[in-house]
């Protein structure tokens, strides 16, 4: 993957063609330096194990400091690179999406609170028996006639596993268990914010005003209604300028925006950067 110097969305059969991906399910273990330099995306899931390591593992354009005991997530079309140290040694589990639908039950939680927290610092005990079900993927996976029941059970485990440990942390760090309206309404905004954007249409869907949705922002986020709307915006803005070739005023149209100048100057005003500076830096 650190050696790709292209950077489309990657489809999982790129990776490792002389492993078996009949199932779409690939495994591959990481060990020293690695560096992802230009960000790109793929179209599958990704859970990474750390044993050890260090650096910096940016997702979506945040940067999460890498270390021993960890596991990251990455779901696809999310934006990632790395800058992975020398005393790296993680493994990875790649499961393509139509896999991956029979695994995400058992994963428990919205998966938009899995991407909005995508590491997860592990307890000793639960850091052995994660990584005790990866290697026991990779020697299925390298024996002749591999049983891909025994494979996806061990994927399912790994999923429940992980949900436990995340338990904690979205109790601890969202609102969302005491104010779910805001959970709705961040789904909401996923599902609609490249037509909709103002903050009226997401308070008609949750029978509240457009005024009493703005307070709970400020209250529970710090920022307004309208601000998560734009933020959204200027997400999936930065994630389409670094992998299409797109031209920026195509991207303003995907995105609902009508006058490409207008959308510049939006971008330019939540980045301080123009759409196409972006793009070049």
Known sequence: MDTITNFPTLDISEFWPSQDAGNNLLYHEIIGERHI????????FLFMLFEEGSGTHSIDFI??????????????????????????????????????ETLANSLRFSLILY???????????AFQDILYEFKQIKNELAKPDILWE??????RLIALMISREAETIFNNHTVY???????????????????EKLV?????????SA?????LCKRYFNV?????IHERLILEAKRILLTTEKPIKVIAFDLGFYDVAYFSKFFKKHTQITPHAFREQ
Request: hydrophobic share 40%; proline share 4%; charged share 20%.
């Open 63 to 100: 940067d999460h400091r890498v270390a021993g005991r960890q596991l990251h997530l990455l779901f696809p079309e999310q934006i990632h690179k790395w800058e992975l140290q020398k005393n790296t040694h993680a493994h990875q589990l790649m499961i393509s999406r139509s896999i991956f």
């Open 224 to 228: 307004s209604a309208t601000a998560l």
């Open 115 to 125: 991407q909005n927290y995508p590491v997860i610092n592990l307890s000793a005990e």
């Open 200 to 208: 009226a249409f997401y308070a008609d869907q949750l029978n509240i």
């Open 177 to 195: 268990q005491t104010k779910p309206l805001l959970f709705k309404y961040r789904s909401l905004i996923d599902a609609h914010y490249k037509a």
């Open 37 to 44: 330099e230009k960000p790109h995306k793929h179209d599958f």
């Open 150 to 155: 025994i494979v996806l059970s061990r994927t």
């Open 211 to 215: 005024n009493y949705l703005n307070i």
